[in-house]
């Protein structure tokens, strides 16, 4: 069985990722190859695929949310996500059971009737757009026996909600409108959930990857027997350290030499969180640099094809914090995307760029 050493793996994802170079494919495209982009804050999907795609413009994914050829939901984790609509109709119901799982632990609903509790969530969206804690009280209001605090989670995790703009678009911060995903697509949902097809989209945009890494980064649990029906489809590989990693048949493997150029990924990027076995492209010493804890996931810098800084920006000035020092044509490569992206997010001011 071959074995891929990281230097492999991590060109390999790259490439995989659209991070070897930029890509001349559209923001839809991007989105649906990569499943599921992270939209816990609204600016960074536009980071993500202004460094992914030769030709993205701010309007680009602000007419994709308008148009509902994307759109915003509780996906993988139960986190915040962008996806086609297209693939919503499959994905959300694959997800359920997971989401389903988060819902009921600690007993979220007071030991009131779920089947009730969703008839009657189904009543109170009908009302039209209400934002989560909205609905909540409306809930609550039937069933008291429910905890108050806990009935906006549930109602995230419960029901397949969408989150029509102005929410997701750049620079959004306020109200988060939900509607049922049925309505607002104007198509019902699959009736079955289809793992199998979000591990081969997964692996073709993540692989080669282990099951726990599908695993860590969908929030789907035992997919082991999954994997044992598909191996005889797949290529079956191993990284350094013995574990198995399973690939689409025909997806290239790149050479550890390949070139990788300085990019810039937002918080929470798909890139960085995409395996449970981050070292492909975060070195395990530096994990912590990037998720101290409390939820955060910093935006990182990419240099020869490894996180090696973070990043924040205030107007056009951008800090590069780097964990350890760069040469002078690394240090001078980052400075000059720093520029490109304060020419991308705020064009006509003059770029900045601090090292902390």
Not at 130 to 141: G, K, S
Not at 229 to 247: A, Q
Request: aromatic share 6%; proline share 8%.
């Amino acid at each position: 069985m071959t074995v891929l050493s990281t230097r492999v793996l991590n060109r390999t994802y790259l490439r995989r990722q659209m991070l070897a170079d930029r890509a001349p494919r559209g923001a839809a495209e991007i989105v649906e190859h990569l499943v599921a982009v992270q939209g816990q804050e609204s600016d960074a999907p536009y980071l993500g695929l202004w460094a992914r795609s030769a030709e993205f413009a701010m309007t680009d994914l602000t007419g994709l949310l308008t148009d509902r050829t994307v759109v915003r939901s509780a996906l993988l984790r139960g986190t915040q996500h962008l996806c086609t609509g297209d693939d919503y109709r499959w994905l959300r119901p694959t997800m359920q059971p997971a989401l389903e799982r988060m819902a009921g632990r600690a007993g979220r609903l007071g030991g009131c009737d779920p089947e009730a509790f969703d008839a009657a969530g189904r009543e109170v969206m009908a009302e039209g757009m209400l934002t989560r804690p909205e609905i909540a009280r409306r809930l609550a209001a039937r069933f008291p026996e429910a905890d108050l605090g806990e009935l906006a989670l549930v109602v995230h995790l419960r029901f397949a909600l969408l989150h029509p703009p102005p929410a997701g678009t750049w620079g959004h911060r306020g109200r988060v409108g939900c509607v049922l995903a049925e309505d607002y697509l104007g198509r019902p949902l699959d009736a079955a959930p289809s793992a199998e097809t979000l591990v081969l989209r997964y692996l073709a945009a993540f692989g080669p990857a282990s099951v726990k890494d599908v695993q860590v980064w969908s929030g789907l649990t035992r997919l082991a027997p999954l994997f044992g029906t598909l191996r005889p489809r797949l290529r079956v590989f191993r990284d350094e350290n013995g574990i198995e990693l399973y690939d689409l048949p025909h997806a290239p493997i790149e050479d550890e030499d390949a070139p990788a150029p300085v990019v810039l990924l937002p918080e929470f990027d798909n890139a960085v969180l995409g395996h449970a076995d981050r070292s492909r492209i975060l070195r395990p010493d530096d994990r912590p640099l990037v998720m101290p804890g409390w939820s955060q996931v910093h935006p990182t810098v990419l240099v020869d094809g490894f996180v090696a800084a973070t990043w924040s920006r205030k107007g056009p000035l951008v800090e590069i914090a780097p964990f350890r020092p760069l040469t002078a044509a690394d240090r001078s490569s980052v400075e000059a995307e720093a520029e490109r992206l304060v020419g991308f997010v705020a064009p006509g001011e003059k770029p900045q760029v601090r090292w902390a």
